[in-house]
């Protein structure tokens, strides 16, 4: 039973009133079709310009909502709140920029960091520049608002180009872009899916009638824009269209190369700022110095395919004994699984109407040209590993053709069963698109609603009514922090600077560094005894930096994640018990494996230049290896454990002379695991 229910999804009664009012509004529009087709006559005599607005506001209201309503106000998942903060540097011009030391206090989750003092974002610069054009005008949400109404005009430009001689047919195809509850998430939380799907869409439509000059230019900018925004969609698109205009003669060919080159020009520069080279994935640059084993985020297949910490329940469930063709095809096959509700909101729906695509792809050529973009872009995911579905955003790397299915699947109506008024079958069609959603697309819709806390993890308004307008606020989530911080806002006195709250002294530093501003700790109310936890926000002032009389700074190694480098090993932050309650510190330690052999670099920051005492501490655990640490000058090393509990394992205090500010702590392992638990730095011998 628990397999046939992932297997057919959730279904019921609506559960909310969104999911009512679709209901109600399928029943009407479904008695009114059978009743007297005429009642749908004012739609089909509504002028062009008439209707296009009307559709486009009716998508921009339905995004609007779908935010307040669904995602609670604000982003949901870190990768569209680290697609926040990239916007917000670009409104400011930097596709990196600086951040103060301690380093720590600014790193995090899906954040690159390059010593000594920058730190860029991991994804394409496409979608990052598109919204920081909503930050520069101060109404971010504005930019999915405008999505959401062009998607429905491109859709219903690209049916125009497969059917030139069915009006009804592309009014159609803007109707099921309007309805589209995946559509409406892509543009209600920032995520790139929605800006790629209106580039494609209007590269295919654009391919499929270029002629001029002017119109293989352009081509070429869209080609670009899908590259700098997602560059595995971009070769799908890009195949395509190239066969589509494959006679151009030898000026539009250059064109189309030239107006290619800004969006290619704009990824490389923004590889160049975040790693130092043009030809460097940014991605795979993170993962690098993240996660483990090494080489195990990439695009394609074999063993150490797949990465332990950010996906490693997946890999240990799906990728046991690599990325082969069996891991691939059930990859793909479960992201085709998720799909099939995306385009009409249930999978019923989208199986009623496949006869009638396959007899449009038998018959039509363009037709044929739309359902093989969709082929590619399946295709063009299956060398990568993980899912990446989730609740509401449905099989999201396939998103980038939504339109491409509504505008086919609209077409595809027109010559199926013609003894029925289109108008008719129209109208079955949104009304059972209506009802899927009202009985089992919500569900999914809820199911994101009410994940990680059942809100955004930071809320400016809760710093509006605390009348926080300056200061320190240290955030406790990388979701938060990414949605709270300002790159172009790092002056305590002139504004807030948000930091990461470590509970160590890395946030004693900071607030030292910045002249002891205001400071306050925003807490993400988590879920307590089944029931949403209020957010906190207090008035907080670090723990100054003292053990009985002596200066003494204690410096997590887990916060340290990601580290600076890794080389043949990797680390991860793990929850961890030793003997006594309090060890590891926190709870917490990092843990360094061995693979399978070689050393992590985190940062030790230094408060001031003088002579410091280091005094590290390890998690010892049965089965685990030994380590070796050095610090400038200093060494230590610890033997693999031969007790059979975990115990914490104090190195011994060494003294140096050291520079301020933060020097690298070289953690080696030769074999197995090793647990850093912290660093003590106390001020002379």
Not at 124 to 150: D, F, I, N
Not at 492 to 515: M, Q, S, Y
């Amino acid at each position: 039973m628990t397999k046939l229910a992932a297997l057919v999804g959730a279904w019921g009664p609506p559960p909310d009133q969104v999911a009512w009012a679709a209901l109600v509004l399928a029943v009407a529009l479904a008695l009114a079709a059978v009743a007297s087709p005429a009642s749908l006559d004012g739609l089909r005599r509504a002028s062009r310009a008439r209707f296009l607005t009307s559709a486009a506001l009716l998508a921009a209201f339905l995004t609007l909502g779908f935010a307040a309503h669904y995602l609670r106000g604000g982003p949901r998942i870190v990768d569209a709140t680290a697609y926040v903060l990239q916007a917000k540097a670009l409104s400011h011009g930097h596709l990196a920029w600086h951040v103060p030391w301690p380093s720590a206090s600014f790193r995090g989750r899906f954040l690159l960091f390059t010593g000594p003092d920058r730190i860029a974002g991991i994804f394409p610069p496409g979608w990052p520049l598109l919204l920081s054009v909503g930050y520069a005008l101060g109404s971010p949400m504005l930019v999915g608002v405008a999505l959401s109404a062009a998607l429905a005009i491109a859709t219903y430009a690209l049916a125009r180009e497969l059917a030139p001689d069915h009006e009804d047919a592309a009014r159609l195809a803007a109707a099921l872009s309007v309805v589209c509850s995946a559509l409406r998430y892509h543009t209600a939380d920032p995520m790139s899916h929605a800006a790629t799907a209106l580039f494609v869409t209007l590269a295919l439509a654009l391919a499929l009638r270029a002629t001029t000059t002017r119109q293989h230019a352009i081509l070429g900018v869209l080609l670009g824009a899908v590259a700098c925004t997602r560059p595995v969609s971009a070769l799908p698109i890009a195949l395509v269209a190239l066969v589509l205009v494959r006679r151009a003669d030898r000026r539009r060919w250059i064109a189309l190369a030239v107006g290619v080159l800004p969006g290619v020009a704009l990824l490389l520069a923004s590889q160049h700022a975040a790693t130092g080279r043009f030809f460097e994935s940014t991605q795979r640059a993170y993962y690098a110095v993240s996660d483990g084993p090494p080489g195990c985020f990439r695009y394609g297949f074999g063993a150490g395919v797949g990465c332990l910490h950010e996906h490693g329940d997946f890999v240990a469930a799906r990728l046991s004994h690599g990325f082969g063709f069996l891991a691939a095809a059930g990859t793909t096959l479960r992201r085709l699984h998720h799909h099939l509700s995306d385009a009409l909101d249930a999978w019923p729906v989208f199986l009623l109407v496949l006869p009638a695509c396959v007899r449009s792809i038998r018959r039509d050529r363009r037709t044929r040209v739309a359902w093989l973009l969709v082929g590619l872009q399946v295709l063009a995911y299956v060398p990568f590993y993980f899912d990446g579905d989730y609740p509401g955003g449905g099989a999201r790397f396939f998103a980038d053709v939504l339109p491409v299915e509504h505008a086919a699947i609209a077409v595809a109506l027109v010559s199926f069963l013609p003894s029925i008024d289109f108008a008719r079958k129209a109208a079955a069609l949104v009304a059972l698109v209506l009802a899927g959603f009202g009985l089992h697309g919500a569900y999914d819709d809820l199911s994101l609603a009410r994940r990680d806390g059942g809100r955004p993890m930071f809320e400016p308004e809760r710093l509006q009514d605390a009348h926080v307008e300056s200061g320190l606020v240290f955030i406790d989530t990388d979701h938060g922090f990414d949605l709270a911080h300002d790159p172009g806002s790092l002056d305590p006195e002139h504004g807030v600077v948000f930091a990461r709250l470590r509970n160590d002294g890395h946030d004693r530093l900071l607030f030292e560094r910045l002249g002891r501003p205001h400071a306050w700790a925003y807490r993400f109310g988590a879920i307590e005894n089944g029931h949403e936890a209020e957010p906190t926000l207090l008035p907080f002032t670090p723990p100054a930096a003292e053990i009985a009389g002596r200066e003494v700074w204690r410096f997590e190694s887990e916060v340290d994640w990601p580290p600076l480098a890794q080389q043949g090993a990797w680390a991860e932050p793990l929850f961890a018990h030793g003997k006594r309650q309090s060890c590891p510190s926190g709870g917490q330690a990092l843990a360094v494996h061995a693979a399978p052999s070689g050393s992590v670099a985190i940062a030790l920051p230094v408060p001031r230049a003088g002579k410091w005492t280091l005094r590290p501490f390890v998690l010892s655990r049965p089965g685990d290896g030994g380590v070796e640490l050095q610090a400038g000058p200093l060494h230590w090393a610890s033997a693999a454990p031969a007790g059979a509990e975990a115990l914490c394992v104090d190195l011994g205090p060494q003294s140096a002379d050291f520079a301020e500010g933060e020097m690298p702590l070289e953690i080696r392992v030769s074999s197995g695991v090793a647990l850093l638990d912290r660093v003590e730095l106390s001020a002379g011998r």
